[in-house]
């Protein structure tokens, strides 16, 4: 005898947006400039997907009226985090009721069992997933390690809509390149165009999803060499763990799909220099980073790739955090030590205090 169906009762058709795009693509920034522009009685939901296992993306985004985040960190949504996303879809379904639900999927993940994951089961009553908009950095395209992914192929594949984004950096080349990329496309994309500063139309949310769409890699991605899942509530702690303490230090190191990342997660007693910090950041590859950290004179945003970074005020949480991701193998244990030197100093080790 068969299970009985799950019911949403009054939860029919919301409307669902997946908005893909490799590292450092701008996909946060566009969905901040999506939030600040939603209707301002309509609520929306946003679930984030972050591949290390210290949850930044979600304090990436600004606080708002009406708007409920959520973020799984410790792997992607296409493998290891799966039925973690089912859960927490259900759970940010359940508790806040949205008129509208924006996916951000991390930028290596792969988005094939996302929209299979959003078109069955109970879902697909639930929810009416609209068409997938994919950010390109077309200053990337010359990179091979880019154009020759898996993930960044299907990414490409599966988007109905294709939006180069950051085009106010670009050259003439970089304008072709997209293009040609574009044209390229089978079947052809239902929109392409520019975008700068993370300026993504908001009517490109009800463009309707072409089911013919398929993936060249659709087994690309596995569970081997992923961290656990959990989940991270509007709060922007997970959810199964206990507080971070305000002396709690923890570095958690992962690798998966070809990247290597560190993640430290460090308790409200430590503050840092931030002009140390900055230099810290200056001196590290990366291809991507991503922080909140808690500096002497309050919280900064930490947000860059490719070896360029910016740093703005941020919101204030009880523990600070900061993800590192590159190709070639961290030295976690050396950046570690390093970031311990940007500490305040004092005669208590901790940094709480004047520095």
């Known amino acids: 005898m068969n299970a009985p169906a799950?019911?949403?009762?009054?939860?029919?058709?919301?409307?669902?947006?997946?908005?893909?795009?490799?590292?450092?693509?701008?996909?946060?920034?566009?969905?901040?400039?999506?939030?600040?522009?939603?209707?301002?009685?309509?609520?929306?939901?946003?679930?984030?997907?972050?591949?290390?296992?210290?949850?930044?993306?979600?304090?990436?985004?600004?606080?708002?009226?009406?708007?409920?985040?959520?973020?799984?960190?410790?792997?992607c949504l296409c493998c290891t985090a799966g039925a973690s996303f089912e859960a927490a879809l259900n759970r940010l379904i359940r508790d806040t009721s949205p008129q509208r639900i924006l996916i951000e999927p991390t930028g290596i993940g792969h988005p094939l069992k996302i929209i299979r994951t959003l078109c069955s089961g109970y879902f697909q009553e639930v929810l009416d997933l609209k068409a997938t908009i994919c950010l390109v950095d077309a200053r990337k395209l010359g990179d091979v390690r880019y154009r020759e992914h898996p993930s960044f192929q299907d990414q490409l594949n599966?988007?109905?809509?294709?939006?180069?984004?950051?085009?106010?950096?670009?050259?003439a080349r970089d304008r072709t390149a997209f293009l040609n990329l574009a044209a390229s496309a089978e079947p052809p994309k239902a929109m392409v165009a520019e975008i700068s500063f993370g300026q993504l139309d908001p009517l490109l949310l009800d463009y309707p999803r072409n089911r013919s769409r398929s993936a060249g890699f659709p087994d690309a991605h596995t569970r081997k060499n992923e961290p656990s899942a959990s989940a991270v509530?509007?709060?922007?702690?997970?959810?199964?763990?206990?507080?971070?303490?305000?002396?709690?230090?923890?570095?958690?190191?992962?690798?998966?799909?070809?990247?290597?990342?560190?993640?430290?997660?460090?308790?409200?007693?430590?503050?840092?220099?931030?002009?140390?910090?900055?230099?810290?950041?200056?001196?590290?590859?990366?291809?991507?980073?991503?922080?909140?950290?808690?500096?002497?004179?309050?919280?900064?945003?930490?947000?860059?790739?490719?070896?360029?970074?910016?740093?703005?005020?941020?919101?204030?949480?009880?523990?600070?955090?900061?993800?590192?991701?590159?190709?070639?193998?961290?030295?976690?244990?050396?950046?570690?030590?390093?970031?311990?030197?940007?500490?305040?100093?004092?005669?208590?080790?901790?940094?709480?205090?004047?520095?």
Not at 41 to 54: D, I, M, P, S, T
Not at 260 to 271: A, M, V
Request: hydrophobic share 35%; aromatic share 8%.
């Open 233 to 355: 509530s509007q709060n922007k702690e997970p959810e199964t763990a206990e507080p971070v303490r305000p002396d709690s230090w923890t570095l958690h190191e992962g690798s998966g799909s070809g990247y290597s990342t560190g993640s430290w997660l460090i308790g409200s007693g430590y503050r840092f220099r931030q002009t140390a910090l900055a230099a810290l950041l200056n001196t590290l590859p990366f291809e991507r980073v991503k922080g909140v950290m808690q500096c002497r004179d309050g919280w900064m945003s930490i947000n860059g790739g490719e070896g360029q970074f910016t740093l703005s005020s941020g919101a204030p949480l009880n523990s600070s955090r900061l993800e590192i991701m590159d190709p070639a193998p961290l030295h976690t244990d050396e950046i570690d030590r390093q970031l311990r030197d940007t500490l305040c100093l004092s005669g208590d080790e901790r940094g709480d205090f004047e520095c």
């Open 158 to 171: 599966l988007a109905d809509l294709l939006i180069a984004s950051k085009a106010d950096c670009y050259t």
């Open 6 to 75: 799950r019911s949403y009762g009054k939860f029919h058709h919301i409307p669902t947006t997946i908005i893909t795009g490799f590292l450092g693509a701008g996909k946060t920034t566009a969905i901040n400039h999506l939030l600040n522009h939603k209707p301002s009685k309509e609520r929306w939901a946003v679930l984030v997907n972050e591949f290390g296992q210290v949850g930044v993306d979600a304090s990436l985004l600004s606080p708002r009226r009406e708007v409920s985040i959520r973020e799984i960190s410790g792997g």
